[in-house]
């Protein structure tokens, strides 16, 4: 089967001179390697014609798709659209059905349709549109001499949903791919050197279609099974079977495959248990809430809860001991556990957690140093704590006191 | 005086395929773009000898520097030095004092020197040797048919400290360069094409020297003004000249500059006027209150907050009229104005906020469809409320509705 091969093409001076992240090409990219598409080259340019114009004469010769994100908006340095159609040598064509989609959307939301909003559904008249319900600028698709040709906005959550309803179903169906099956195995609470020892023999032991990749970020492993062969139902069970020899080495670390997320897979335990959660945030400052509440349906289990950053708040609306914080301090066990059985009683639910701790960058004493957090979980019969003892970075610890809160819960909920 | 150009070209499989995300490119971009060095191309290629080959061709055509991150390691799969030597038709030799250079580093840290370490000192005859000093893999200078080509390490530390302490001061020397300034201009309220209408003629009559780039993302709308000229000093009076203009047509709009947040830009007006405030947050559960905390210092002017997703809590706890709620429902203007105050009062706080809404994707209905949030803004003297009809994304609506009731308390404030 004949390696299919791809180019992903930036366009934006923005990017160029640093003034934002491309993580669109590294999306599309990890999408593509999902798909068995082979990325050989990624390249920014500038929104300038020239450069443009060499950049997609040299894709099409080195690759067999090219993916072009971003320089569709409708002011006049965005260029993507005017160049395909000079690069295919075909017209510019006003699309009534994108103009009439531009036009709804901006009546939708109360916005003035402008003509300079015109320029929008102006595209070559070589293109199949890929609607983008999304936004306003279309995704476009070309079929010139045995090539693939996409145009994709740069807005990344237009990007993404374009990928998942346009692209990737077309992109099935336009080539003969390898059957190649993913499952990703997600972990939390262990270090990616720690858990390749672990998992050193079983790693040893894994067939030669099966191929294990580490891919870990803050605070979370991942760890990714690729399988490639004829039949997904047979590459399927052959994962699973080794899965099912994981589990034993590393099943406490596993919060859930795939998706899933640390947060859907603490709700989920909730729904199954039937139980409720309300959360005092104190350094975390809302963030678990946050994550919790961007699940659709969260209010089944979640409750609500507070962010009583002042010390005064913990007590006056909180109902924390006075004294136990003129005792020993916010960020103490005393404290976190009482915030935990606090806002358990108050917010009338099943389980309250909590987080109080020093974020930094200022705060730090010699006793309680920047990064020192506690956490804590209470369900009425017992109410468990836990130091951390993170990181100098503000963000950072605000991101790793979330993940271990969530943790902890999780834990005390599979017990 | 000529634009110098540079092209930065980065290696590796492990950013083509998605696993990492290329942080290197974009802060090599913005410093360059500092040094007034305008980077023309970026490129991307996997550990393969004839892309790397052809890639270096490309750049050297095109570009004045060519800086080229990663493929350093001591694997057989990092090939970046053995390929410019081949480039450069050069040989590859040991140099002595980076091989002492390794086998310190080592000793060091205890770690034990293979003959595996000795390929880090292994690099091409004619490249001028850039010290490393928190690594192994040196960085190395090339200047060929008036050309310089620089390899840097991919390992993020590494490379920013060999950029800072060798790279750009020599870069400094090499070239007479011309000096580019850019402000950015942050507004938010208002769409890039409104926003580009209101600015036709502004932007009409800007002069040669100073050029107009428009950066949406969601919610907000960046404008960006690069003048290139000799003397930084002038440039900046010329942007601020052309800012000023710009002031009575959009100054409603602007909430910062350049790296200014929206919430680094409400706390400032806070910590000004020395009030403090409090948010309720139903619909955008948390996020308002995490994006204040992430600004170091934020407890000077943030009291706390509550998620009272249930509207029991919403009664119970903030003690907003039950009445209120039975006559109007959780999401009406009657309601997200009682929260702003009460959150206000309960906090003991100058200013309350509040947000209650349907963020989707189920809970809708006729009269309130998904995407209609209420928020509000209560300084004790007066209370506003507002209606946004959003998106039927969820993630999106919360995102959304935090950007609003963060530019209603700025607005708000502005009075």
Redesign the interface.
Known sequence: MKEIQAEIL?IG???????????N?????????LLGVK?????????REA?MLYAFQ?AEQRADIVIITGGL???N?DLTMPMLAAYFQSEIVTNEAVLQHVKDFFE?????F?S??KKQAEVPANAKILHNE?GTAPGTWYEERGKIFISLPG?P?EMKNLMKTEVIPKLSKAYQMPVIYHKLIKTVGIGESTLAEILEEWEAQLPEHIAL?Y?PSIGHVKLRLTAVGDKRSTLAQDVDQQIKQLLPLAGQFIYGYDATTLEEAVGNLLIEQNKTIAFA?SC???????K???I????AF?????????N??KV??LGVDEEIISAHGAVSEACVKAMAEKVRT???SDIGAASSGI????GGTTDKPVGTVWIAFSDGEQTIAKKLQLTSN??LN?ELTQISVLNLVRKSLKV
Chains 1, 2 share one sequence.
Not at 108 to 112: H, L
Not at 296 to 299: A, D, K, N, Y
């Open positions: 930036t001076d923005e990017i160029l001179y640093g003034q934002i992240l491309d993580t090409a590294q999306w599309i990219s990890a999408e593509l390697d990325v050989v080259r990624r390249t920014t340019v500038g929104d450069d040299a908006g409708p002011t340095d939708k939301r109360g916005r003035t402008s300079l909003n999304l807005v959550h990749a891919l945030e975390s400052g809302g963030y678990i809430q946050h919790i509440t961007t659709p349906g969260s209010s979640f409750q609500g809860g507070i962010v009583p950053y002042h005064d708040l006056n609306v108050l917010f009338k974020a930094g960058p200022g503000r963000s605000i």
